[in-house]
Every structure is written in structure tokens, then in C-alpha cells.
């Protein structure tokens, strides 16, 4: 492998102006510059990114741990993180955590041993966990994404999922409805939580009643949508809309529905969270919550990019808003008011 003393040989010129020229560091003439990269060529020499990052103390490297879920709301974030960092010249390296703690443990360690310059973690189901690790390497610096109250120093990235709950509660009212239900995600999870504390304010602000045969906690899954809607088909009457905390969910809903012979939005309205890109593909196509799921990814990456540029500067909360798409799976009854 060529080094870059081969290259100064060949070219005639020193090995700390083959240097200045390979890593740009300082000014050298046309006519040499071009003589040296004549001869990286000729030798077909690739610089050790092992010994830029060592002489720069960057490796041009991120880490992101994430929990594999069927949701492609996460792969759609993901794309967004792997976008910008190739915009912005990084890697990525990406783990995959299985809501382990223990294997979130080795992950970090693993990325650390590998000297990223900062790292992404978007493993809501470990939200509220202390991560010792982080204590020992203050200079790495981290962004949290999806991520409830943080027991340790970070940037987060988040949607506003009170104010994204709010707007499918009031939707539903502005509807007609006065019968709402909610299947909610699991609720020891601070978005889910924050998903239903605003329908809750949307019923109350319309001084609607709480039916608890028509609450139901579940796991953010197709499987759980499924057997929500089953327990709640079970206790009775069915309310005349549902919010469901995420598409997914909806999609097992809406299955479920079907099976015992039910239409969407005739036997009841249905409207969901993420607008994940399948949403509008559905039968019904959905009406739903914009999460602006793209722009969370590269949040994530711009956030800790400034963070190494500038690592005195105090952690810092980026909110990102959600909007309303309306579809086809809600119905406004004849009972609406019109002002």
C-alpha cells in the first residue's frame, strides 16, 4: 500500500508538502499540488482515514442505537439521519438495540471504542434508564430522539405529541363526534402518555364524557391495534370515532373491523398518529397526524454537528410541530354545527 513518502519520491517534493496537499491543509501551488496528486494516482493511494482521525481527533463518524420495531416511522427517521449525514461528509454506523438494555450498554461501548464523534439514541422503551457510560466520556456528545424526561446530559429531538393528540381529539369533535375513544401506546412511554394527556384535553375543553369501555392501552403495533379494538368490540357499544395513537395501530384496527363484517367511516370514523408513508394507501386511506418524520432525522444530525462545533453551549430541546391530514376514514355527521 502507497504511503505518502512514495507519493513525495515520485513527485520530488517533501513529505509534509504531500501531506498539506492531501489533507488540504495549507497552501501550496497549482503546479505541485497537481504533480503530487499525478503521483497518488499513479500509486493508487487512498489516505488512512485511521490516522486522519488521529491527528484531527474526528473520525467524520456518527453512531445511532435504535430499537427494531414493523413501524416504518423509524426507518422513515432513519433516512432522514443517513441523508444528512452523507450531506454533511459523515458516517453512519447503525445498532440495533431489541429494547435490551444490556445490549444498549454494549452498543455505546461498542460505538466508543470506535471513537464516534457523537452519537443518536431513539430506544423510547428504555426512556427513564441511567447510562453511566455517558458520565466517563462527557466529550462525546449525545441526541436523544422520541425520549421522555433524560436522567443524563443531551440535546433531544421531539414532536409535539400533546399538542398532535389535541389536534385528533378536536378533529373528531369538529366532526360531529361526541363518542370518542382512544387507543393509546403504552403509557410508562412519555410520548404515548403526552398523545393521550391532549385528547383528554380536547374532550374535556368540549365537555365531553370519558367512556372507559372505550380506552385501551396497547403496544404501538399492528397486533396491538388489533387486539385493542377486539377488547373494546368486546365490552359493548362501540364509540362513533377512535383515536388511535399511531398508524400502525390503525392498520390493526381497521383489520379487526373488518373481520366482524364493520366499515370505515360508516360504522365508525378512525384517525391515527406518524402519517407513515403506507397511511394514505390504506383502505380507507387515513386521516391522520404529520409527523414531520424526515426533518426529526436530520434535526438529530444538525443538533449534534453544532454540538461538536460548540461544546460549551448549554443542551438545548428542538420541538418540531405536527399538522393534520385529513383522509377518507373520518365521516362528519349530520349532527356537526355549523357557527
Known amino acids: 500500500m502507497a504511503t505518502m513518502k512514495d507519493i513525495a519520491r515520485l513527485a520530488g517534493v517533501s513529505t509534509s508538502t504531500v501531506s498539506h496537499v492531501i489533507n ?23 489516505p488512512s482515514a485511521l490516522a486522519r482521525s488521529l491527528k484531527m481527533n474526528r473520525t467524520k463518524t456518527l453512531g445511532m442505537l435504535m430499537t427494531t420495531s414493523t413501524n416504518p416511522f423509524f426507518g422513515e427517521v432513519v433516512k432522514g439521519v443517513e441523508r444528512c449525514c452523507y450531506q454533511k461528509g459523515y458516517n453512519l454506523i447503525l445498532c440495533n438495540t431489541e429494547g435490551d438494555q444490556q445490549r444498549m ?8 471504542q470506535k471513537r464516534v464523534d457523537g452519537m443518536i439514541l431513539m430506544c423510547s422503551s428504555l426512556e427513564g434508564e441511567r447510562i453511566e457510560i455517558f458520565d466517563k466520556y462527557p466529550d462525546v456528545p449525545v441526541v436523544v430522539m422520541d425520549w421522555g424526561p433524560m436522567l443524563f446530559t443531551s440535546d433531544k429531538i421531539q414532536d409535539n405529541s400533546l399538542q398532535g393528540g389535541y389536534m385528533a381529539a378536536k378533529h373528531l369533535i369538529e366532526c360531529g363526534h361526541t363518542q370518542i375513544g382512544c387507543i393509546t401506546g403504552p403509557l410508562n412511554r412519555h410520548q404515548a402518555q403526552m398523545r393521550y394527556e391532549g ?3 380536547a374532550l374535556n375543553e368540549a365537555g365531553l364524557e370519558f367512556h372507559p369501555n372505550w380506552i385501551i392501552e396497547s403496544n404501538f403495533e399492528c397486533e396491538g391495534g388489533y387486539e385493542a379494538f377486539n377488547r373494546m368490540y368486546s365490552k359493548g357499544t362501540l ?27 360508516d360504522d365508525f370514523s378512525i384517525i391515527g398518529y406518524d ?13 391522520t397526524i404529520h409527523q414531520p418524520k424526515y426533518r426529526l432525522g436530520q434535526a438529530a444530525v444538525e443538533t449534534l454537528l453544532c454540538k461538536l462545533e460548540n461544546e460549551t453551549r448549554d443542551p438545548k430541546v428542538v420541538q418540531l410541530e405536527p399538522t393534520l391530514v385529513e383522509r377518507n376514514s373520518v365521516a362528519t355527521l349530520k349532527t356537526t354545527i355549523e357557527e
Open 105 to 112: 450498554k454494549s452498543s455505546i461501548n461498542t460505538l466508543l
Open 24 to 46: 488540504q491543509s495549507r497552501y501550496v501551488s497549482e503546479e505541485i499540488s497537481e504533480r503530487v496528486n499525478r503521483a497518488a494516482q499513479e500509486l493508487n493511494y487512498t
Open 199 to 201: 385528547y383528554k384535553r
Open 275 to 287: 402519517d407513515i408513508h403506507i397511511a394514505k394507501y390504506m383502505s380507507p386511506p387515513l386521516s
Open 239 to 265: 364509540p362513533t370515532a377512535i383515536f388511535v395513537c399511531n398508524d400502525m395501530m390503525a392498520m390493526g384496527v381497521m383489520n379487526a373491523a373488518h373481520e366482524k363484517g364493520l366499515s370505515v367511516p
